[in-house]
């Protein structure tokens, strides 16, 4: 079964920094390109970052440039997003997801999401 | 950055009939665009990509057509599971964007 299992969401203060990581399995993981996509609380879908398959090119939108960095570890078959100066309007849950039968673009597998809050 | 525009916000129908969503982009994404559900409380799910393409188990009632500006998401014969937002997305260039959702509701 192909899953994607987030973790390393919580409570941190503005100025603080997370770690969130995404554990892949039921697929080869070092082939494919993976995402962060992030959903603030009641609103619409946001892509963040995304990484090639051996981890040699990465992107990040605008609004985390700079502050997010996305990584992987293929021997672990794992995810990670390293997210410092965090601000308020970083609260969402966020998402990894992959395309292990879809086009690269295009996920069709979705973790179920960690919330990350920032707030004093 | 290109903008995707979702039409109608909320659309009220019943069990049975026919459902028809728009996605209009601000300039064009060729063919390079997807459709997702999105439930309460759940991840995304990828139901159309390329336009036109279900994804893997997705049943042969949702079906997505369009190229360029305007694409359509049709859901035939609306199951009581079909109730949920929907999410048109380009990846046409970098950022990859999202509409802002239409909101399927029982009539």
């Known amino acids: 079964e192909v899953q994607l299992v987030e973790s390393g969401g919580g409570l941190v203060q503005p100025g603080g920094s997370l770690r969130l990581s995404c554990a892949a399995s039921?697929?080869?993981?070092?082939?494919?390109?993976m995402h962060w996509v992030r959903q603030a609380p009641g609103k619409g879908l946001v892509w963040v970052s995304r990484?090639?398959?051996?981890?040699?090119?990465?992107q990040y939108a605008d609004s985390v440039k700079g502050r997010f960095t996305i990584s992987r570890d293929n021997a672990k078959n794992t995810l990670y997003l390293q997210m410092n100066s965090l601000r308020a309007e970083d609260t969402a849950v966020y998402y990894c997801a992959a395309p292990p039968y879809s086009s690269v673009w295009f996920p069709d597998c979705w973790g179920q999401g960690t919330l990350v809050t920032v707030s004093s | 950055e290109i903008v995707l525009t979702q039409s109608p916000a909320t659309l009220s129908l019943s069990p049975g009939e026919r459902a028809t969503l728009s996605c209009r982009a601000s300039?064009?994404?060729?063919?390079?665009l997807a459709w997702y559900q999105q439930k309460p409380g759940q991840a995304p799910r990828l139901l159309i990509y390329d336009a036109s393409n279900r994804a893997t188990g997705i049943p042969a009632r949702f079906s997505g057509s369009g190229s360029g500006t305007d694409f359509t998401l049709t859901i035939d014969s609306l199951e009581p599971e079909d109730f949920a937002v929907y999410y048109c997305?380009?990846?046409?260039?970098?950022?990859?964007?999202f509409g802002q959702g239409t909101r399927l509701e029982i009539k």
């Open positions: 990484i090639n398959s051996d981890g040699s090119s990465t």
């Open positions: 300039q064009s994404v060729s063919s390079y």
């Open positions: 997305q380009h990846r046409s260039n970098w950022p990859p964007t």
């Open positions: 039921g697929f080869t993981f070092s082939s494919k390109w």
